[in-house]
Every structure is written in C-alpha cells, then in structure tokens.
C-alpha cells in the first residue's frame, strides 16, 4: 500500500481509525466457543460489521501466539481474510520484532511473504539491522516504535542523550527518517504521550504516525489530531478492546461495529474542522 | 529451572555451550525435505548428536515463523522434545518480545504455557512492563538483552544518558538487576563486545549472561571467558550457524556433533583453568 492511498482512504471514508485485533480467548463471546477457529471467526465478524469506518487492522501477536500453531493458523486466515476481501485496508502485524540481519531477513518473510501483511511494528533497540530488511520490501512499511503507550516507556524511551539532549525516543525518529523514507516508514507514538507530538512533528512533518492508548489506555482523541494532524492528515489511530471486546454476548460485532462509529463520528468532525480552516496553513 | 542446577550442569558437564537452532529451511539437508516436519526432524537429530555437550539449546522464532503455522509447530514439538527428553538442559525461545502489559501476559503464556520454555529473551525498550509479566513465574527466567552482538548495536545501546553518562546498555542491566534477581534474569551480551564484559562484572557480578556471536559473527571464547566468568561460571555461550548448519549431506548431525565438540573441549580447558586457579579468587 502506497502513502496516497492510504491518505485517499482517509478522505473517502472521513476516518482514521485503526482496530486493534487484540482478540483475548479470555473474553471471547461464549457462542464463537464452538465453532472450530473461534478467533479467526471472531475477527471476520469484528471486519465484516467496521470496515467501512476504519482505514486499518492490527492484530498483535501476542493473542495469537498464546493459542500456540492454532492461533499462529487464526492470524494467518485473519491476513489473507483481510487481503482478499478488504485489499484497500492497511493491514498491520503488531509484532514488535527486532533482530539482527539474517534473522529479520526471517521475520520479514515471516510477514511480507508467507503472511500478506502491509506493514510491521518494529522494536528499534538492536538498530538498524531491526529494520533494513525490511525495506527492502516494495510498498510495505516498517513501523518503529518511537514512544510507547505505557507508563514504563520512561525506563528507556525518555532517557536524555550526553551530546545532543535528545531523548532516546527522538533519536529512534530521527534515525527511521534516515533508514526509511515518509513512503515506507511511519512511528509509533502513544496517545498517552500527545504532549510531545508537537516536538515530533518538527522531526517529522510528512511521515505517517500509528498512535495507539486511545480506549481503554485514556489517550485523548482531540489532543491527537490538535498535534499530530499533518496536510496529508497523517495519522492512524488504534483502539483495541474498548472495540472489539466491548460486548461479549451474540451481539459483540454489532456492538463493535456502535463504539467503531463513535471513534469515527469524532473523527469525521475533526476532519472536517481541519478540512474548513485549511489543510494548507498547517505545514 | 534453577541457577544452582544450572551452575552443576556446567561442573558436570564441563561446558558453556548453548546451541542455537536457527534451523534454516534454506540450508535444510536435502534427504529432510521429504520427511513431514523436516525441521523438527533436523532438530531432534541435532539434539540427540550434541545433548551431552550443552548446556542449554536456543531456537529463535524467526526461523519458525518464516514458514507460518507449520513453522510455529515444529517449534511446539522442539520445545516439548527437549522438555521431555532432555529435562536438565536449559531451553531458551531466542523471541526478543517485549509489549505492554496485558499483551506482554498473553506472550507469557505463549512461552511458559503453551510451550514450556524455560527462558525468553526480551527486548527492554518498553522498559519494565516488557519484563514484569514474565517474572511471575517460578523457575523459569527472563533474559533481557543488553547488548546485542551486531555491529548496529550501536545506534541506541551505546548512546550515553545525560545525567549518569551510563550507557543505555548499563541502564537496561541495572534495571533488570533492579527488576529480577539472579535467580529469574540474565542478560543477553555480545561476544563482539567482550571488552565490555570487566564493565558489566562490575555491575551484576552474580548473573548468567547469555552470550551470543561467537562462530559464524567472530567473537572471541578466551576473551569472552577472561572476563566474563564468575564463581558460578555464570556464562551461556552460544552458537548457531557454525554448528548445526556446518555440513548439509547425510552426516549433518554428525559434523554438528564434531563442531559442538570443538567448542566443548575448548570449554572444558578454560573451565579447568578456572578451577585451578582458585574460583575463590575471582569475585
């Protein structure tokens, strides 16, 4: 997928909400129970009843590699479900891999080849090795995690350079617009973090930005856009289980579908509003 | 297992050696492709030729996960092999995970559940919450990688923080001392970056750490053991490539078993060394 479709998506749907499909067996709705993949069920249904007001899908590996091979075999239908029915969608291996070369060489075969997935999220702490491979890849995206979403992202991300005062986070972002380009790179920031957006987009005023800690982590939505909107909007914004785990009973997907509509009812506001005043004004 | 069953693998074993099996498909001899699960088969062969030589095997999920669920399950069936057939050998998912909470509890279970794995390795830049789900469980260990063997390490572990003007990789093992203790945590330090090792000793004198770049990435056993050892011995090595992809006709298992044997008896002479020496001396 190419930054102009993504940034098409954006204008004809008037959404920039991505859904995490962090689907917890947990609290999986006790009817799917039954059926021989309940997760892969789940999310076709959870798909089915938001595509049209999302402009993306994240499953994390971690919901499914909990399951072992079977939940490895429910991320893979989940893929090629969203591959084939829904080819506009960006979808997105929350991953957070990171590896040295001959063995990122295997994860981005793992995702880019055996999986059609669009793009990846990559933990930066091995270095460039973490993400060279992965751009080798033609209209595929890294995803580098800058600034995480949880309260212990201070441990490592906030810690302040000798030389240059940066903070780590900064120099992770300042090093993928080096390695990458706005074409086939974007970062993770939190929403929890929209306070250092700004900062952000000094470094980066064109790349895309996969926010996540909007929902159930408290990220504020209004503060987002008011910082992290570029002229090509920009963002991608994730909520995970205050979507898709909001009903556990036979009506979860439609009620899924309900909290979908309220993240791009807002959405389609701040569009709007954003559209009114002059996309040109902002950068 | 425990830190103590560990440290009288070694003294019985006379070794540091961990294997690591990045069984690659592409390297995968010829006679295997036809079995069902060639790679499982490839590892289980590998293991029965070099058990008594090891300490410890380490499969990284990249090479699994590069051939889809099939891949994930040979990984399943190695994790259970080794579990079953080989209990007293410490097994390692070489994984480099590392999420937030609640995500970071379903790779928990992923790796102490489902499969029963003794160690993961785990990427520290989402800072404690990557670590904390992990130490829950008993007897069995996080291994936070601290510095990595590639050249690329460089980008963020070796930046300076502002204040202490430690290094970032000093931060992470302080924390992870902080964090676990040497009962559940080691750390993850390149072979290529022996020099460090006197620096680290200093820090966490007590833990196991995991030392991976030696073979086919160049780092150096006698400078790795100089000042890395500990009174514990307190020292996994590993190698990967230039052993269980040494030969690809027929005799795989037994030129993997003659390269083990190499490093062992190299081993062996620097263990013998040490006792003579006088372990009480050294820390």
């Known amino acids: 997928m190419k930054y102009n479709d993504l940034k098409?998506?954006?204008?004809?749907?008037?959404?920039?909400?991505?859904?995490?499909?962090?689907?917890?067996?947990?609290?999986?709705?006790?009817?799917?129970?039954?059926?021989?993949?309940?997760?892969?069920?789940?999310?076709?249904?959870?798909i089915d009843a938001t595509h049209d007001l999302a402009i993306a899908y994240k499953p994390n590996t971690a919901f499914y590699e909990a399951l072992g091979h079977k939940g490895w075999?429910?991320?893979?239908?989940?893929?090629k479900y969203l591959k084939s029915r829904y080819p506009d969608i960006l979808n997105i291996a929350d991953a957070k891999r990171g590896d040295i070369g001959n063995t990122s060489a295997k994860y981005a075969k793992a995702f880019f080849e055996t999986m059609d997935f669009d793009a990846i999220t990559i933990?930066?702490?091995l270095g460039?090795?973490?993400v060279s491979e992965f751009l080798k890849y033609e209209n595929k995206w890294v995803i580098l995690i800058g600034l995480s979403s949880n309260p212990s992202s201070y441990d490592i991300q906030l810690i302040q350079e000798i030389?240059?005062?940066?903070?780590?986070?900064?120099?992770v972002i300042r090093y993928g617009k080096w390695w990458g380009t706005e074409q086939n790179m974007m970062f993770v920031v939190g929403a929890t973090m929209s306070y250092k957006l700004r900062q952000i987009r000094h470094i980066i005023p064109e790349h895309f930005l996969l926010?996540?800690?909007?929902?159930?982590?408290?990220g504020n939505l209004e503060d987002v856009c008011k910082y992290g909107l570029n002229k090509n909007f920009g963002l991608i914004i994730n909520a995970s289980r205050s979507i898709i785990h909001a009903d556990n009973?036979?009506?979860?997907?439609?009620?899924?579908?309900?909290?979908?509509?309220?993240?791009q009812t807002q959405m389609a506001k701040i569009i709007e509003n954003f559209n009114k005043k002059g996309r040109r004004r902002r950068r």
């Not at 030389?163 to 120099?171: A, L, P, V």
């Not at 926010?211 to 408290?218: A, D, L």
């Not at 009973?249 to 993240?263: D, I, M, P, Q, W």
């Open 8 to 46: 098409k998506q954006i204008e004809r749907k008037k959404t920039l909400l991505c859904i995490g499909l962090d689907t917890d067996m947990d609290k999986m709705p006790k009817h799917l129970l039954e059926k021989e993949d309940p997760m892969f069920e789940f999310n076709k249904q959870i």
């Open 73 to 79: 075999l429910s991320l893979e239908k989940t893929a």
């Open 123 to 125: 933990n930066p702490y």
């Open 128 to 130: 460039k090795d973490a």
């Open 163 to 171: 030389e240059s005062r940066d903070y780590i986070f900064e120099k």
């Open 211 to 218: 926010i996540p800690g909007v929902g159930s982590q408290g």
């Open 249 to 263: 009973s036979e009506n979860f997907a439609k009620v899924a579908r309900e909290k979908a509509l309220g993240y």
